[in-house]
């Protein structure tokens, strides 16, 4: 399974972005999805989570300027960033509860595991 984040890109102060996050492989389904960032020095920071029935969380960071949302049928996570501010420049990570096929033979199990995705830089300038 892959998680590939997409969407970053260098922005105004006050701009906005929307950022991609697309799961593939043999996924039976996606529990939570959620992004969180890790700029340089500091400690990995989460954002906003979404679970399979769309019930979201937001850090106290960015409630009301973010939002996150999911299309269940394609295995993909956004998140919608507006009011961006210099301190939100960050690596953005994508990160999804999914339950897997695995086979052994001619058996098809499942197992549940938490992936982790390659970042995107998303830069603010003031």
Not at 15 to 44: F, T, V
Request: proline fraction near 2%.
């Amino acid at each position: 399974v892959q998680l590939q984040a997409s969407g970053g890109g260098l922005v105004q102060a006050g701009g906005s972005l929307r950022l991609s996050c697309a799961a593939s492989g043999p996924i039976a389904s996606i529990n939570d999805m959620a992004w969180y960032r890790q700029a340089p020095g500091n400690q990995r920071e989460s954002v906003a989570s979404i679970d399979r029935y769309g019930d979201t969380t937001y850090s106290d960071a960015v409630k009301g300027r973010f939002t996150i949302s999911r299309d269940s049928a394609e295995n993909t996570v956004y998140l919608q960033m507006s009011g961006l501010r210099p301190e939100d420049t960050a690596v953005y990570h994508c990160s999804a509860d999914i339950v897997v096929y695995e086979y052994s033979g001619h058996e098809r199990y499942t197992v549940r595991s938490d992936y982790r995705g390659q970042g995107t830089l998303v830069t603010v300038s003031s």
